[in-house]
């Protein structure tokens, strides 16, 4: 099989401590040939210079925010980097402090090019435990970075003394994304067991049955909803009508994750959006007696979860 070269996304609102944490990540690495592709606005990348760079190659990407504009900067940097592919061991995106993580998640999950020749591992973000609640009430960026993540690493947590205020902050962070994992450090020091490998069907499904289908959260503009479903969906219908939800509403809609039943199908489709973008793959064998309910999640901002159960509704076999 043609090898893939793994990817991991870093992200977190200014001032998280990103580049601290993988720092830490080179250094427990060390003997893996490492690149990162480290992206600032600006003409000058501070956050650059600060790397370990003896540990790894460095890509500096300053001509914009690649989570905004997807420029031809990062495709060339990706194509470079695969012909280097017997020479790199693993890639390491981090973006800015104010960079929404889910465009570059989506070119990694959908655009073919990419696909063929590199694998996303998962999206990391750093939170930072004294200011992660401020930021969540003012920035929409930083809950689209929360949305976005497969993990989500709580930094800073040495000068908290106060058990129930990480207790809180875990509610917090479950409530916007219950599908990540929610792991606690400090100075960008974590358990790394988690990080390394891509999150599995079972690991999804697990998650995806032990989030209640009267999940109904809403915590200021943002809600998370989930759904369970009976009867199996209508794939080209769903994904025709998906498509042009995320059209219209893909701003308002950070993430949707779901293990969904089709007729006629032996196997669960996993399926998530990112951004505008849909990503469709297969699971597991439903069992011989197992019932094939479809189980979603959305999150987003000021959604109606009826109208949500209408719009998954009308895509199901009647």
């Not at 870093?10 to 480290?38: D, M, S, Y």
């Amino acid at each position: 099989m043609k090898k893939k070269i793994p990817v991991h996304i870093i992200t977190g609102f200014l001032g998280a401590g990103k580049t601290t944490f993988l720092n830490h990540f080179l250094k427990i690495q060390e003997n893996e040939k490492i690149v990162v592709i480290e992206n600032e606005i600006g003409k000058i990348n501070i956050d650059g210079a600060s790397l370990v760079s003896s540990l790894s190659h460095i890509v500096e990407l300053t001509a914009g925010c690649i989570c905004c504009s997807l420029n031809d900067e990062l495709f060339d940097v990706l194509e470079e980097l695969y012909v280097k592919k017997d020479d790199i061991d693993r890639i390491l995106i981090e973006t800015t402090g104010i960079a929404d993580p889910g465009a570059i998640a989506a070119t990694f999950l959908n655009h073919p090019a990419v696909i063929k020749d590199f694998e996303l591992i998962n999206v990391i973000a750093i939170v930072d435990a004294h200011f992660i609640e401020i930021w969540l009430s003012e920035t929409e960026e930083a809950v689209r970075q929360i949305a976005s993540s497969d993990i989500i690493l709580v930094n800073k947590t040495d000068h908290i003394k106060d058990e129930k205020h990480l207790n809180n902050l875990t509610l917090l962070l479950t409530e916007i994304n219950p599908l990540a994992s929610v792991e606690y450090g400090s100075f960008g020091h974590f358990n790394m067991d988690l990080i390394w490998q891509k999150q599995n069907e079972s690991l999804t499904e697990k998650r995806l049955n032990e989030v209640s289908e009267k999940l109904n959260i809403i915590h200021g503009k943002i809600t998370t909803f989930s759904y369970t479903f009976s009867e199996p969906f209508v794939l080209s219908k769903l994904n025709f009508e998906l498509n042009r939800l995320l059209f219209l509403s893909y701003n308002q809609i950070y993430r949707m994750k779901g293990l969904i039943a089709v007729e006629n199908y032996p196997v669960k489709i996993l399926f998530q959006t990112v951004k505008n973008q849909i990503n469709y793959s297969d699971g597991q064998l439903w069992e011989k007696d197992e019932p094939r309910e479809s189980k979603l999640v959305v999150i987003g901002k000021n959604i109606n979860k009826e109208n949500m159960n209408h719009f998954f509704q009308k895509c199901l076999i009647k």
